[in-house]
């Protein structure tokens, strides 16, 4: 048997999770020296799980000059919490000349590392080069920069020029959170004539459109097509449009897509289904999902548990969570925990709060209503709202 077809042989048994007979093969045919053998075997052992054993394989394959372990080794890096070695090692594979390389560089800047000034680089090193998929990337980024809005849709009707369907739909969101769902219906319309992955990304958001503009039938549509095609996130997405718009009988079939979505790990499924479960008066089923939420890293999540707790009269539990929402960012914290103070007879310590309201952008009337509330010294005045 040749050694190409022993190497095929060993990828089968890989793909049969045979991977001791495969790992046995291909120890054999790295010993002979051949090539891709070595990214094959680290490769199945990355897809198993067992980085501690795929990084040495794929830093031998690297040594021998095979580059194709640069995107594997990559994977084990980042699974292994060691994101920015994985950002370099992508800018060394990109400054070798692999294809991709440099999007994938500044993906794993912006991402993970959200060192957002190097990133910018490495998108505009990627357009530079041709990498597919650059601009559109370059100005989904640009888009989560407050101020480049306009910058972003130049950048993505620039790649809708040239064909990449998923452009549209980065347009469409931006269309979205400008609150334009009917520009953003025209943009996303476009988007899933494109087909493949940028109807992966369109279908839920044209179903947010429809939505907004009052054509339920249309956004349930939508939400039943996202379904069936299996997008991921698509079962919370109709489980929360059925649960705010659906009939009685709706209601069940939204429990059992948050159950699905739970399941299935989409994101924010267990913030979402404890908000479900509140309002179903199911509060310790609520308690539950909003911890595992938390757990997942849903900052949102503590206000809701907060208040949650604070009308059970666990209070010490709820000021825990009420400084750990306002510590994420969460101005509505601020104003909760001020009630939640007062609640308490504890209104002399709501001022200390003010500082902390105008770090994250309170409003003069949300300010004047923290300050307003505060107790005031008989014989002072109420302070004044700015």
């Known amino acids: 048997m040749s050694t190409g077809d022993l190497l095929a042989r060993a990828d089968r048994l890989a793909a049969l999770d045979l991977r ?37 394989v794929l830093r031998t394959a690297l040594a021998a000059g095979d580059t194709d372990a640069y995107h594997w080794l990559c994977d084990v890096l980042i699974a292994t919490g060691r994101v920015p070695e994985a950002g370099r090692l992508m800018e ?102 494109g087909g493949g992955s940028s109807e992966s990304t369109a279908l839920l958001k044209i179903a947010d459109a429809e939505e907004r503009l009052g054509n339920l039938d249309a956004a349930r549509r939508y939400h039943d097509r996202a379904v069936n095609a299996r997008i991921p996130g698509a079962h919370a997405g109709r489980a929360r449009f059925l649960a705010y718009h659906g009939t009685a009988e709706d209601l069940e079939t939204a429990e059992r897509d948050f159950r699905t979505a739970v399941r299935n790990g989409e994101e924010g499924a267990d913030y979402y289904y404890a908000t479900f479960l509140a309002a179903q008066d199911r509060v310790d089923e609520a308690i539950d999902h909003y911890r595992r939420a938390i757990d997942a890293g849903s900052d949102g999540a503590y206000e809701e548990l907060a208040l949650i707790l604070q009308a059970r009269g666990e209070t010490e539990a709820a000021e825990e969570c009420f400084t750990a929402s306002i510590a994420a960012g969460w101005l509505s914290a601020v104003l909760s925990y001020a009630e939640f103070l007062r609640d308490q007879g504890r209104g002399a310590e709501v001022p200390a709060l003010e500082p902390r309201a105008r770090e994250l952008g309170a409003t003069p009337e949300q300010l004047a209503a923290l300050r307003g509330a505060a107790p005031v010294t008989p014989g002072q005045d109420a302070p004044e709202a700015p």
């Open 20 to 56: 001791e007979e495969a790992a046995e093969l291909y120890e054999r045919l790295i010993g002979e020296g051949v090539p891709g053998a070595a990214v094959r075997y680290g490769a199945m052992l990355a897809e198993a799980g067992d980085h501690p054993a795929a990084e040495p």
């Open 92 to 193: 060394e594979a990109a400054g070798r000349g692999l294809p991709g390389a440099a999007l994938r560089a500044a993906a794993i800047w912006a991402d993970l590392a959200e060192d957002r000034t190097r990133a910018e680089q490495w998108y505009r090193t990627a357009i530079d080069r041709g990498d597919q998929g650059a601009l559109n990337d370059y100005g989904a980024f640009l888009s989560e920069d407050p101020g480049r809005e306009a910058e972003a849709r130049r950048v993505l009707r620039q790649a809708a020029e040239q064909g990449d369907a998923l452009a549209f739909s980065n347009l469409g969101a931006i269309e979205l959170d400008r609150g334009e769902p009917e520009a953003a219906l025209g943009w996303l319309r476009q988007s899933l004539a």
